[in-house]
T-cell receptor, first 115, second 109 residues
């Protein structure tokens, strides 16, 4: 079984709709992240959480919200989807190890299209 | 501003060696990461450098020069399965990763 799972894997929706993307992990990691990836651009951080009671905005949080329901679950919501939110969304987890190394483990991604 | 620069695309021959360069400008620095991403898949971790020098891991090595804001990923004995995008990411003073757009590596027989 995959350590980091995302649902749905693909979603097509219309402008103005509310969308929730879900992420679950069995790695036991405290840290979880949501990124979006667009062609020709690097991964961009939307939100991150270092534990259940900790939520932080990333580089591009406008138009998005998150919920950390448990250590293992981190959901991303688009309150009112717009076409420029069409992208590939990745959830990732990590745990701090030696000398600042916190290797991130990524889910398979959710391809979201907003019409 | 914060910025990561790496070539958009590189081509190499099976069995050869290729070096993918990355330069970074970040507010503070707390480590440099390399990830591999096959088309349509999630990124996977390759290497991490926080001190100057070379880290070797099998066919892959990564080098860091903090004074120059420079890193490279060296891939030896290239195989067709190495065809992928290679993502460079630097951790800034807030311990957040700043990602480059990735280098698409094409391996030819």
């Amino acid at each position: 079984d995959a350590d980091v799972t995302q649902t749905p894997r693909n979603r097509i929706t219309k402008t103005g709709k509310r969308i929730m993307l879900e992420c679950s992990q069995t790695k036991g990691h405290d840290r979880m992240y949501w990124y979006r990836q667009d062609p020709g651009l690097g991964l961009r951080l939307i939100y991150y959480s270092f534990d259940v009671k900790d939520i932080n905005k990333g580089e591009i949080s406008d138009g998005y919200s998150v919920s950390r329901q448990a250590q293992a679950k981190f959901s991303l919501s688009l309150e009112s989807a717009i076409p420029n939110q069409t992208a590939l969304y990745f959830c990732a987890t990590s745990d701090l190890m030696r000398e600042g190394l916190d290797e991130q483990f990524f889910g398979p991604g959710t391809r979201l299209t907003v019409l | 501003g914060q910025n990561i620069d790496q070539p958009t695309e590189m081509t190499a021959t099976e069995g050869a060696i290729v070096q993918i360069n990355c330069t970074y400008q970040t507010s503070g620095f707390n480590g440099l990461f390399w990830y591999q991403q096959h088309a349509g898949e999630a990124p996977t971790f390759l290497s991490y450098n926080v001190l100057d020098g070379l880290e070797e891991k099998g066919r892959f090595s990564s080098f860091l020069s903090r004074s120059k804001g420079y890193s490279y990923l060296l891939l030896k004995e290239l195989q067709m399965k190495d065809s992928a995008s290679y993502l460079c990411a630097a951790k800034d003073s807030n311990y957040q990763l700043i990602w480059g757009a990735g280098t698409k590596l094409i391996i030819k027989p």
